[in-house]
């Protein structure tokens, strides 16, 4: 029901009121007291905040709402406003026609998986604490909630001198990043600056063909450095001064190793390119690995020694400060890398980068593909880990073989330090799985 990053899917089909509503029983059927629930720009979303706010009032939750705002925002709203969980209304990066539904707690984590199972459980058996006429939770709305994001913004950066920046909201939610680093002093340019669900000036994620009018404006005005945003901000990519598009895996590394010292670990998903393991080894911490998803990567940063997370989609936590991917805060973080130590191209130019292959195949049954394609390949290597998916380490480098958590498809990946090698692990990966796949049916 959840996937990797919540419900999500078309409005009308996979996503309508009923579900809302039978989410909102659901959550407060579990004992969550006090909801927060905000969402992002999308016009389903008036409609599914209803809903959702009326089957947590059907079963004695108290509702807090909070508007549209940023998913971050919200999320940092929870214990702000002293809430046990809230509720985000949003698709993120996907397109208008579709919506979600995510759980949030007071850390700013999503729910786990335990949590999502008893919520899952609640709606497969129609088993909610409906209320009496006199145990019927309030409504009642708070506004302000963007003021406490932008102040604990404020608080987390120090900026040694005050870049020019061009900040691509997408017509979604992450204005807050345009007003903060304004108030920092920075020269702020915005692009699709207005609040628009249809994301009429471009796709809602953010992507280097997506982003084509920001690396354009950068380039040819004196900004040194893009920021762009998905649909509800918990992402953030960027351009450097020259208009030339940072790959994902090395904006993970930049942060990463600003963040991590001696000993210290990071949180990255089994996807995640040899560059971060490599920049982090060089400041003597290391990668602990875990499953796609965001909520994944936020569990493993309670551990006391992982002192970031981050997901090359553009999911940055900074679990000191919350552990929800916050794009503002990631935006603002890397504004204060650019003032400190210089050109954003100068500091990609330091992390070493290797060719990486991916495809995506479409099967008819993802969980009968992957369990072939397992068998084949512990036919195949002694040393398989199968955290999520199938992926197989070699001294040349690595291939990975994992089910979406939202489509058909299995993912296909492999990365080696020599295109060479990167080619012949992805034909290897590749074969895996078209033997796989006829014997799945």
């Known amino acids: 029901m959840f996937g990797t990053s919540g419900i999500r899917g ?39 905040v ?27 709203a929870i214990d702000h406003l002293e809430a046990d969980a809230g509720v985000v209304i949003t698709a993120s990066h996907n397109p208008a026609t579709d919506n979600g539904i995510k759980l949030w707690t007071p850390s700013g984590k999503a729910f786990g998986p335990d949590q999502r199972e008893a919520i899952e459980r609640r709606v497969r058996e129609d088993d909610y604490e409906l209320a009496d006429w006199e145990g019927i939770g309030d409504r009642t709305h708070r506004a302000g ?42 020269q702020v340019r915005t ?26 404006l950068v380039a040819e005005t004196d900004a040194e450095i893009g920021l762009a945003h998905d649909g509800d901000a918990d992402r953030m ?25 001696e000993g210290d670990r990071v949180a990255a998903p089994v996807d995640t390119s040899l560059a971060v393991d490599d920049a982090l080894a060089a400041v003597g911490a290391s990668v602990t690995r875990t499953r796609v998803g965001d909520v994944y990567v936020a569990e493993r ?9 981050g ?17 503002p805060l990631a935006a603002c973080a890397l504004v204060e890398l650019v003032a400190d130590r210089g050109s954003l191209s100068d500091l990609v130019g330091e992390i070493e980068r290797y060719p990486i292959r ?4 479409e099967v008819e049954d993802k969980r009968a593909a992957m369990a072939a394609v397992r068998r084949r390949v512990d036919e195949r290597y002694d040393e398989v880990d199968t955290l999520d998916g199938v992926r197989v380490e070699t001294e040349a480098g690595w291939f990975l073989l994992r089910a979406s958590g939202t489509q058909p498809l299995i993912r296909v990946t492999a990365e080696a330090r020599s295109p060479a090698d990167a080619d012949d692990l992805f034909d290897t990966a590749q074969s895996l799985l078209a033997e796989a796949i006829p014997s799945s049916a």
Request: glycine share 12%; proline share 5%.
């Open 237 to 261: 990519l960027a351009v450097d001064e020259t208009g030339a598009f940072v790959p994902k895996d090395v904006l993970l590394a930049l942060f990463a190793r600003d963040a991590a010292g």
């Open 191 to 216: 692009l699709n600056g207005q609040r628009d669900g249809s994301f009429p000036g471009r796709p809602s994620e953010p992507t280097a063909e997506t982003l084509e009018t920001l690396s354009t």
């Open 50 to 76: 209803d809903a959702v706010a009326a089957g947590l009032c059907e079963c004695g939750a108290n509702v807090v709402t909070v508007g549209v705002e940023a998913t971050p925002t919200v999320a940092r």
């Open 10 to 48: 078309r409005v009308g089909d996979e996503v309508t009121a009923a579900t809302a509503l039978e989410v909102g029983r659901a959550v407060a059927s579990e004992g969550y007291d006090r909801v927060v629930v905000g969402r992002d720009v999308r016009e389903s979303g008036a409609m599914l």
């Open 311 to 327: 997901e090359p989609s553009g999911a940055w936590i900074w679990p000191t400060e919350t552990r929800c991917p916050d794009g």
């Open 145 to 186: 909630v963007r003021d406490h994001h932008a102040d604990e913004l404020k608080a987390a950066v120090d900026l040694e001198r005050t870049p020019s920046v061009v900040v691509d909201i997408g017509n979604g939610t992450g204005g807050v990043t345009a007003s903060v680093l304004d108030e920092l002093g920075c």
């Open 301 to 309: 940063t309670t551990e006391s020694d992982v002192v970031f997370g």
């Open 358 to 361: 991916r495809t995506s195949v």
